[in-house]
């Protein structure tokens, strides 16, 4: 049966205009992005075999162009348009970020870090660069590193500091392991920087790890 057939109720796209996009599941959400499905299959009927297929929706986001490519109803075209729409809610994130007066709290700045970061298939060093107010003035990444490593350099972070003009920041990295928690080494570099960074007058706020799961605070666990 086709998707027009079904009640209204329980089409996806008037379902997301009737009750808001909170309310639909990963599978109808990706089938208003598909628009269309295959021979035989409706498109919340592909959406729910392409999350089959790649066990989750984040794995299906995060997939490159050839893996993408494979899959029944996929190609460069759906790829690029998935990509625009990914980057677009990155900005729109940095956006709303830059018009708050502060940063009233981490949850806002837990799910700006993991749309910049968790896609990433190596390790990255980054930070948010915050002037006087903790309003948001840049986010840069400024290190890369392998699938388990990145070089840090607090040379370079103080330089960046000073060029943004910052009075505070939040440092962060992701985990392509998955696993948020810090490491020895994690812990080294936080406090290496905390202290270069406090002979000019920047505070860390919080260094966030990004993994599988919520972000990992190193300010809340007491390790800045």
């Known amino acids: 049966m ?10 996806p796209r008037e379902k997301l205009l009737e009750m808001g996009s909170a309310c639909l599941s990963d599978a109808e959400l990706l089938a208003i992005f598909l628009r269309t499905g295959v021979a035989g299959k409706s498109a919340v009927d592909l959406a729910r ?20 490519s494979l899959e029944l109803g996929l190609g460069p075209a759906k790829y690029a348009q998935l990509q625009a729409v990914i980057e677009m809610s990155r900005r729109h994130m940095a956006e709303r970020l830059k018009r708050d007066p502060s940063l009233q709290g981490p949850h806002e700045v837990r799910e700006y870090l993991k749309a910049m970061l968790r896609h990433e298939p190596h390790e990255v060093f980054a930070c948010l660069f915050l002037d006087t107010k903790h309003r948001v003035l840049a986010f840069e990444i400024l290190f890369r590193g392998s699938i388990r490593h990145t070089p840090v350099h607090p040379r370079q972070v103080v330089k960046r500091a000073l060029a943004n003009n910052a009075s505070a920041l939040i440092l962060c990295h992701n985990h392509p392991s ?26 860390v706020l919080d260094h966030f790890i990004i993994g599988d799961g919520e972000p990992f605070s190193m300010a809340e666990a007491g390790l800045v």
């Open 178 to 203: 998955g696993v948020s928690d810090p490491s020895p080494a994690d812990e080294k570099i936080t406090k290496k920087l905390v202290a270069a960074l406090a002979l000019i007058d920047v505070e």
């Open 49 to 68: 075999h392409l999350l089959k297929q790649f066990g989750s929706l984040r794995s299906l986001l995060e997939a490159d162009l050839k893996t993408f």
């Open 2 to 11: 086709s998707i027009r057939d079904w009640p209204a109720a329980e089409r």
